[in-house]
């Protein structure tokens, strides 16, 4: 199994503050994804990443940005938080399993509020 | 853009009652299709992955089907407990979406002792 990281667990800031979440995976995978979930409804993909140097932008649009400097570490950043940016952040690492097949492997989430 | 349906969005059954919890996408050109749990506030368990040549996958008490033609899939849990308490997520990949997966709002379970 994966073993993927994402801190801090929870977080509360003003508006107008700058945030970083972090993630970071220990088992070597190439991909790496960002998903935002609001209560009660399905992931959107925000941001992706398909090795180091690489990040994309995913189907939802987003204020965040994203780097990919080491293969284990996928921070996401907020330049300044606003209100409408309070949601559930969840990342993921993926394996692959031959055949196009992925298989996602996901953090605990960060749940962000923005007041 | 694929496209994944779960329904019903809640189930509420008495411990020990099979579950059977659907899922429902547009494009059939799919790699693969997986189930997730979902604890609340938590992130999410992979519980199967049914690749695209596969019909069926079986994980202890869990199984989950795959109908690519009528772009279905089923998740199966049999004797539920109230540990199966969770919400359960369904996604696919497809190529509209150029193979990342779309996930479904999900199916929140409640198994009562």
């Known amino acids: 199994e994966a073993d993927i990281y994402q801190t801090p667990r929870y977080l509360v800031i003003g508006t107008g503050k700058k945030i970083t979440l972090e993630c970071s995976q220990t088992?070597?995978?190439?991909?790496m994804y960002w998903y935002q979930q609001d209560p009660g409804m399905e992931l959107h993909l925000i941001h992706y990443?398909?090795?180091?140097?690489?990040?994309e932008k995913g189907d939802l649009s987003s204020e965040s940005t994203v780097s990919r400097i080491r293969t284990e570490h996928f921070p996401l950043t907020l330049e300044s938080a606003r209100p409408s940016h309070t949601s559930q952040y969840l990342c993921a690492s993926s394996e692959w399993v031959g055949r196009g097949h992925e298989k996602l492997f996901f953090g605990s989430g960060t749940q962000l509020s923005v007041l | 853009k694929q496209e994944v349906t779960q329904i019903p969005a809640a189930l509420s059954v008495p411990e020990g009652e099979n579950l059977v919890l659907n899922c429902s996408f547009t494009d059939s050109a799919i790699y693969n299709l997986q189930w997730f749990r979902q604890d609340p506030g938590k992130g999410l368990t992979s519980l199967l992955l049914i690749q695209s040549s596969q019909r069926e996958q079986t994980s202890g008490r869990l199984n989950a089907s795959l109908d690519k033609s009528s772009g279905r899939s089923t998740l199966y849990i049999a004797a539920s407990q109230p540990g199966d308490s969770a919400t359960y997520l369904c996604?696919?990949?497809?190529?509209?979406?150029?193979?990342?997966?779309?996930f479904g709002a999900g199916t929140t379970v409640t198994v009562r002792a």
């Open positions: 088992m070597g995978h190439d991909k």
């Open positions: 990443s398909y090795g180091v140097n690489s990040t």
């Open positions: 996604a696919s990949d497809g190529s509209t979406n150029d193979y990342k997966l779309s």
